[in-house]
């Protein structure tokens, strides 16, 4: 499971070991903060439930291409993104305050962000991301899953390192691809506007597109879809009646005016049958940088789509009910190594 961990990011790896899956480790990349704190935040919510038993590999620091400094450049020419994820300006009086790092030297650790804790563990530093889930699926040939709620930085370079990596595996599911978003960016408020910012792809199109053109047997894109349930006042009120670390923290840190992004995609990996409304299409990632369109999906019909491309299973329409159900009750109920040996 690869993703930009945070305070309150843990529920994708709950609902995954909740649904029976076993996680055979989390990798981290830079998304919303650099990579190197974001594998610490991982490593500190695997603590806070007991969960230290699942590994952290740091994976890929920086994108293939993208720096702080190109995506400001390219903003200055198409306009600014409401978020701008570890490529926002550094503010040292917000990281005082408690915000995860941006820009400035990607390496440097904001500990005043371990609202859940500073670790005491450390990511293991044995390999790279990429690289074990290389090996991961050599090992568990069509029987792995990979999971990218982040940058798709480490996922890229595991395809480019091996030519059979994205065969060999299960499946790739994305919290990422918005489509047919351009007009809520121009006339919804700032948050809306927040909500189509497709940074995850964003922070590093080469990579986006690499992954998102590689040949797994199945790649399901939750774009549109991870912004339609949110933690309602109701949820909220419901899940901290169970008091644990993850239940707490949850009510404490996450914002409730967020949807349930990366949670979203989690579940769809468990249980695809929570999509009541999805297609299938070709899919491209624009990789030009003189585009105002720079790290954004394209979509295609087969008999219309350029070489290069394949099919993907996109979801527009999610069960909310059964999704908040299974959000609550890893949280509520969540594993700990003890249940996994």
């Not at 029976?20 to 594998?39: E, G, H, R």
Request: proline content about 7%.
């Amino acid at each position: 499971m690869d993703n930009d961990w945070s305070t309150a990011g843990f529920v994708p790896f709950l609902v995954a070991l909740d649904g029976d899956i076993d996680v055979l480790a989390l990798a981290s990349d830079t998304a919303n903060s650099w990579q190197p704190q974001v594998a610490l935040h991982a490593v500190a919510t695997l603590e806070a439930g007991n969960l230290s038993c699942i590994p952290v590999y740091p994976g890929a620091t920086w994108p293939l291409l993208n720096t702080p400094h190109r995506f400001h450049a390219w903003e200055a020419m198409h306009g600014d993104l409401a978020w701008q994820g570890a490529f926002a300006p550094e503010n040292k009086t917000l990281e005082a305050e408690g915000n995860d790092p941006t820009s400035g030297n990607p390496n440097r650790i904001v500990k005043a962000a371990f609202k859940e804790g500073f670790p005491k563990g450390r990511p293991n530093n044995s390999t790279s991301a990429a690289n074990f889930m290389v090996e991961m699926v050599r090992k568990y040939p069509g029987k792995v899953s990979i999971y990218s709620a982040g940058s798709l930085t480490n996922v890229a370079l595991a395809v480019r390192m091996d030519p059979e990596f994205a065969s060999l595996a299960k499946d790739l599911v994305i919290m990422g691809g918005y489509v047919d978003d351009n007009m809520l960016q121009a006339t919804g408020s700032i948050l809306q506007a927040d909500f189509q910012s497709d940074i995850n792809l964003m922070i590093d199109p080469e990579a986006s597109k690499i992954a998102l053109t590689a040949d797994f047997p199945q790649i399901t894109i939750t774009g549109n879809v991870a912004n339609q349930v949110f933690p309602d006042k109701e949820f909220m009120k419901d899940l901290i009646k169970v008091h644990n670390p993850y239940t707490e923290l949850f009510y404490k840190y996450y914002d409730p005016s967020f949807p349930f992004w990366d949670e979203t995609a989690a579940a769809l990996m468990v249980d695809p049958s929570l999509a009541t409304n999805q297609t299938s299409v070709y899919l491209d990632v624009d990789t030009s940088y003189g585009s105002p369109n720079y790290g954004n999906i394209h979509v295609y019909q087969k008999a219309l789509s350029p070489p290069g491309v394949r099919q993907v299973n996109y979801v527009f329409q999610v069960d909310g009910d059964r999704l908040k159900q299974r959000i609550m009750h890893a949280m509520q109920y969540p594993r700990s190594c003890a249940d996994l040996h």
